[in-house]
């Protein structure tokens, strides 16, 4: 299994991003999707998490300016981001879990800075 994220960038404060995650290869049973960040320094948490069933969590600080969705049908997990914050600025990373695996799959990191 792979994952793709693409869609970041450098953005000034309050502006907005969308960030996308595909994923291929022998996918079984995708149970969630989500996007973690790590800022330089800092551990990796999570932002963003949706089931299959579209039950979505979020970061409190993060609420109520992303929104994280899916399309089961591509495997592709999304997330928008608005009014952004020079401390959302970090390395995002896409994230499934796959039940038939039970185990993870993490793509590689996409660069989101957002100046102030």
């Known amino acids: 299994v792979q994952l793709q994220a693409s869609g970041g960038g450098l953005v000034q404060a309050g502006g907005s991003l969308r960030l996308s995650c595909a994923a291929s290869g022998r996918i079984r049973s995708i149970a969630s999707m989500g996007w973690y960040r790590q800022a330089t320094g800092k551990q990796r948490e999570l932002v963003a998490r949706i089931t299959g069933g579209g039950i979505t969590n979020y970061k409190d600080s993060v609420n109520s300016r992303f929104t994280i969705s899916r399309d089961n049908a591509k495997n592709m997990v999304y997330l928008q981001m608005n009014s952004l914050k020079p401390e959302d600025t970090a390395v995002y990373y896409c994230?499934?879990?796959?039940?038939?695996?039970?185990?993870?799959?993490w793509g590689k990191g996409t660069q989101v800075t957002v100046s102030s």
């Open positions: 994230n499934i879990y796959s039940d038939y695996y039970r185990m993870e799959f």
